[in-house]
T-cell receptor, first 118, second 112 residues
Framework: GAVVSQHPSWVICKSGTSVKIECRSLDFQATTMFWYRQFPKQSLMLMATSNEGSKATYEQGVEKDKFLINHASLTLSTLTVTSAHPEDSSFYICSARDPPGGPTDTQYFGPGTRLTVL | QQQVKQSPQSLIVQKGGISIINCAYENTAFDYFPWYQQFPGKGPALLIAIRPDVSEKKEGRFTISFNKSAKQFSLHIMDSQPGDSATYFC???????????FGKGTHLIIQP
């Protein structure tokens, strides 16, 4: 089955620093990847859509200058949280979509990255 | 505006029973409705998904019922087991290119 990995699985950083999270599709090419954020005991909220070779599309209310997304290859998307603050502490989860023309439009989720900003 | 409403928020079912979780959506442009299972500290895992052209889909112990006119869909877990204890999310999207809009989740506990 389709496998999506994330690295790191958890990270602790100081306020004001930047953190990069990687999302990789291990056994398929993903032209589209998505980034979600999940606060404790809450649902997943879509942050942005990442398309290979083009600029990411951000959801309303998500600061594009704070959450930098790069999708430079068909198997890798990165999310960089710039100048992180304690309120950015959350569980960040990526997903990768079946390639266009595939049997389904399934989104396969990564295991998530727990970010704690001190 | 919450586009996907999920209920109940929490559910306790006896082992061997049927667990039923309901969702309602507002956006008629949605055409893909998956259910995900999530364990604490893990990413969500796809259980089953349905499109509006069918009213029911079954995979093992999991069944989705879909009512297009009522804009509702539900997940039935038959013969519920303690290992099914998790948080379940319904979701919806508009075609494959869009991200998913999730319900708020249902915390399911299966009592042995």
């Amino acid at each position: 089955g389709a496998v999506v990995s994330q690295h790191p699985s958890w990270v602790i950083c100081k306020s004001g620093t930047s953190v990069k999270i990687e999302c990789r599709s291990l056994d398929f090419q993903a032209t589209t990847m998505f980034w979600y954020r999940q606060f404790p005991k809450q649902s997943l909220m879509l942050m942005a859509t990442s398309n290979e070779g083009s600029k990411a599309t951000y959801e309303q209310g998500v600061e594009k200058d704070k959450f930098l997304i790069n999708h430079a290859s068909l198997t890798l998307s990165t999310l960089t949280v710039t100048s992180a603050h304690p309120e950015d502490s959350s569980f960040y989860i990526c997903s990768a979509r079946d390639p266009p023309g595939g049997p389904t439009d399934t989104q396969y989720f990564g295991p998530g990255t727990r970010l704690t900003v001190l | 505006q919450q586009q996907v409403k999920q209920s109940p928020q929490s559910l306790i079912v006896q082992k061997g029973g049927i667990s039923i979780i309901n969702c309602a959506y507002e956006n008629t442009a949605f055409d893909y409705f998956p259910w995900y299972q999530q364990f604490p500290g893990k990413g969500p895992a796809l259980l089953i998904a349905i499109r509006p052209d069918v009213s029911e889909k079954k995979e093992g112990r999991f069944t989705i019922s879909f009512n297009k006119s009522a804009k509702q869909f539900s997940l039935h877990i038959m013969d519920s087991q303690p290992g099914d204890s998790a948080t379940y999310f319904c979701a919806a999207s508009r075609g494959g290119a869009d991200g998913l809009t999730f319900g708020k989740g249902t915390h399911l506990i299966i009592q042995p």
